[in-house]
């Protein structure tokens, strides 16, 4: 069986492309699947650190490409989990050091050995971007429930479709329950209208998140209680391995000025 | 009565907000047409169709509508002379 390629994407910068990358790999791992997950953001290497493997990087992606090493010698093997493994950035170079067909080789040689490769974008719609996703089977675009990332998002999604990796589908990161419920915030519901495409996830805003980056610890390895987006990711993780896995209720509990609220606007 | 309509969520919410700022941005992106371009189309059309007979210049709407990703230009152009009724 071949690998299918999956590549987390989302246009705009720190709407939490590499945290849901690594958080996927190693769910997907957890699921007892072989997968590589690669970083795709040269010159600013970061799921490295987020997946806690960065002392032990020899080789990067422009030394496969560049041919100084083999690609076995740069995949690092995540000793904490049974077959997952991380192809860093190179740090000092640029996005011109790689191609779009570098990136087609590259992942045809590891498909026969793979599960699920996993590649973490740039941000951006250059290059970068075009290297991440010439490879890809399935495009997964990362947004928030924030006007300049949902404006982005929809410009990813004309990109993927002019490039026919389309429709891709899309996870909606760091959602507040409190906020949405007081109209404070855009709804998942409000962006899928404005986006038009399949929502795989809704990921809660989680301070764990946090936590488990300074500890270079992906949050769905902490244990499998207590932490609800760590929660949401495996269910991500589900859903790309083919099961039907319900979105979580998120919704906050009404409370008597909101169903007040709700009836006065005739939403009753 | 701000205090009540507030305190019933009559106002809009930001959230609502930000919905319809984002249609509203989106449609133009999509369809590569800066809303500033719009108001120079507007002048064109004023311009054109005043050749030939009576515009209400105050009340033209040049507006961008999508349905499924489909773009379409709409513009309203009342006349001065139909407004008189019959004439003569």
Redesign the interface.
């Given at each position: 069986m071949s690998a299918q390629v999956l590549t987390v994407t989302s246009g705009k910068g720190g709407v939490g492309k590499t945290t849901v990358t690594a958080n996927l790999a190693t769910a997907l791992a957890m699921l007892g699947k072989r997968v590589t997950a690669i970083d795709a953001d040269i010159g600013l290497r970061n799921l490295d650190v987020v997946m806690g493997l960065e002392n032990r990087i020899v080789y990067d992606l422009v030394d496969i490409v560049e041919g100084r090493c083999r690609l076995r010698q740069a995949m690092i093997k995540d000793k904490r989990q049974p077959e997952l493994y991380l192809i860093p950035a190179a740090q000092t170079r640029d996005k011109t050091a790689v191609s779009p067909s570098d990136m087609v080789l590259l992942c045809d040689q590891l498909r026969q050995e793979m599960d699920y490769i996993v590649i973490d974008s740039p941000a951006g719609i250059e290059r970068g971007f075009r290297n991440a996703v010439a490879p890809a089977d399935k495009v997964l675009i990362v947004t928030n429930p924030e006007v300049s990332a949902v404006r982005d998002a929809d410009r990813i999604i004309g990109l993927i479709e002019a490039e026919e990796k389309g429709p891709g589908q899309l996870i909606v990161n760091r959602v507040k329950p409190q906020m949405v419920s007081r109209g404070d915030m855009l709804s998942v519901d409000d962006v899928l209208d404005i986006l038009a495409v399949e929502l795989l996830g809704v990921i809660p805003e989680d301070e764990r998140i946090l936590v488990a980056s300074n500890q270079g610890l992906p949050l769905v390895m902490h244990g499998l209680n207590g932490s609800s987006a760590g929660e949401a990711f495996r269910h991500v993780a589900r859903r790309l391995d083919g099961e039907s896995v319900p979105f979580m209720d998120l919704s906050v509990k009404p409370t008597f000025m909101s169903r007040l609220r709700a009836f006065m606007n005739g939403q009753n | 009565m701000s205090w009540l309509n507030r305190?019933?969520?009559?106002n809009e919410?930001?959230?609502?907000i930000?919905?319809q700022?984002?249609?509203m941005?989106?449609t133009h992106?999509?369809a590569d047409l800066p809303p500033g371009l719009l108001e120079q189309i507007k002048d064109d059309i004023i311009e054109v169709i005043a050749r030939h007979t009576a515009v209400d210049t105050v009340n033209v709407a040049v507006h961008l509508e999508q349905n499924?990703?489909e773009n379409r230009l709409i513009a309203e152009v009342p006349l001065l002379a139909a407004r008189r009724g019959t004439r003569g």
């Open positions: - | 305190l019933l969520g009559k919410t930001s959230g609502q930000a919905k700022r984002l249609q941005v989106l992106d999509r499924a990703r």
